[in-house]
C-alpha cells in the first residue's frame, strides 16, 4: 500500500479548462466557418471568440505544467521538497503535540509524525469542494500506508480554531491561508499562534505578497513586540522550495516561510 497525496492542482481544475477550451475553439470554428454574422459585428465575435479560446488554452496548459511540478511522482516533486523542507523546522521531545492547519491529504502532519515518534500530530482541514479528493479518510489511509500511528485528523476551521490557548507545541500549515477569503489574513495567523504554547514552535509556508497579506514585515515586528523569542520571514524562491523562475511562471510570488518560537 503506497500513501496517496494526490496533487495541489485538482485534475478537475484541468478538465473544467481543457473543456471551455474546445468549447470556446468550436464556437469560433462555428462562426468563422459559417456566415452568422457580417461585417464590424461578424469581426468582433470572431476577436472575443479567438481571444477566450487562446486564454482557456493557455490557463489549461499552465494547470497542466503545474500539475506535473507538483506531482509526488514526477521528476520535480516540488510538494514533496517543500513537505519536507517545512518538517525539517519541527523538533519536538516525548509526548509533546503538534497541530497542522489545513492538512488536506495528511502530507505535512504525516512528515512532521515520523520526524517526531515520541510525539503526536493533529491535521485540521476543512475538505472543502474545491479540493473534493482531500478527504479525513485520505489522510488516514495515508498515515497506515506510510506506517504512522501518531497522528490523528479532524475537521475544522482555521478562522476559529476549537482548540484552548497554549496547547499545541508547534503549530504548521502550508499554502492554506492565502485561499481563505479575509481582508485581514494577518489576523487567521494570530488565531493559529494562539494555540501555540510558550515556548513552542511554529513553521507556516504561504504566498506571503503585501496584496494578499499586507506588511509581514511590520507582521514580524508586531509578533515580537508581543514576546515572541524569535521570529523570521524567509524567502522560499531562492531555490530551497523553488525557484524564482518558477515562483514567476506558477504565481507564487511571495512565496516564504514564517517560523519562529514563542
Partial sequence: MKPDYKNWMPKGMIFAGAAATLILGALLALFAAGNFLSGTAGTVVLVILGALTFIAAGATIWMILMYRAFSYNGKRQMSRRIIEGIAAYVSLPDGGKGLDVGCGSGALTIACAKRNPGASFVGLDRWGKEYASFSKALCERNAEAEGVSNVSFTKGDANALAFPDECFDAVTSNYVYHNIPSKDRQSILLETLRVLKKGGTFAIHDIFSRSKYG????????????????????????????????????????SALLVGKK
Fill in 215 to 254: 506588511d509581514m514585515e511590520a507582521f514580524v515586528k508586531k509578533l515580537k513586540d508581543m514576546g515572541y523569542e524569535k521570529v523570521e520571514l524567509i524567502d522560499t524562491t531562492d531555490g530551497s522550495f523553488i525557484t524564482k523562475f518558477e515562483s514567476v511562471w506558477m504565481e507564487l510570488a511571495g
